[in-house]
């Protein structure tokens, strides 16, 4: 029932003045979030490929915890020897790694030049966590990483001396290569199907922050009303025991719960009647308090008290 971080940029972006700073960044972002899932979609189609008779075991979108350190792992293949953590990135362009100073940039198609967070020092921490998350569950096995550049117009100017890198259509025959490097442990107590059902059960949901906390945006910027799915305008109204588009005509009864989802992924919960009132213009709080009892909203406190969140 929760949007998807697509589906929440989405939502504010049309909730924005078109052409602002605010709205051409979110723009940028959505494009970048998608760009990204494209670029994890092509890496899973590639994965087809592995064959590997001596068995593993492949876990995507891995979301762990440490204590108080959260890690997100694209993959983390599963052998005998060694776990190895992949890591995609849909970055496009010439791509360099100044290996002195650690910093990593792109040139683009124009010549511009951006300087972007090096994606090997992520590879780093995370075979740094996964190490330690091993030890703390007594599994004696190595930990090794590789960054996979996933756009088919990503060239590899320089690489990291650090991490092993590539584009995506060299990732396998360089996961076979890792997976050479390692010698089979001794004392192996740990079975993968055993490494994995662990792993699986230990997943911590990201939460991610409400847009507008994480990109400083006013609230009195957005757009208030229930936007129509078909025209893209906030002018969907209670129409007898419907939801109309004054604009269009459309009917859509799910309108309203989609802009309480909204309201959530840009603002954060629990919300009130109140809120969602102020949020959508609709004037009947018996008509709110329906769509949030109707639609298995987890409710508590009571009467003008009561605060609502997803379940």
Partial sequence: MKLSRVEALQGAIRRLKMGSPDHLFLEKELFNTEAGIRGEQRLRK??????????????WNNCLSLNQWPVQIDGLLLTEKVAIIIESKN?????????DTREFYRVDATGLKTVMDNPSIQVEKHIRFMKAWFAAHSIQLPVDGLLVFTSKQAELKTLPQNIRTCRHHHMIELLFKIIKEYKPPTNLRSSLEYTKNLIESNQTPFVQKPILVQYSIKTELLARGIFCEHCDTPTVVKHLRSWRCLQCGLVDNHSPVRAILEYISLFGGPISNQNIRDFTGIK????????????DFEKTGQKRHSKYSLK
């Fill in 46 to 59: 590639k994965f087809i490929e592995f064959y590997f008779p001596e068995g593993y075991e492949i876990i």
């Fill in 91 to 99: 970055i496009s362009g010439e791509l360099y790694f100044d290996n």
């Fill in 284 to 295: 009947d709080r018996h008509a709110v308090k329906r769509l949030l009892t109707l639609n």
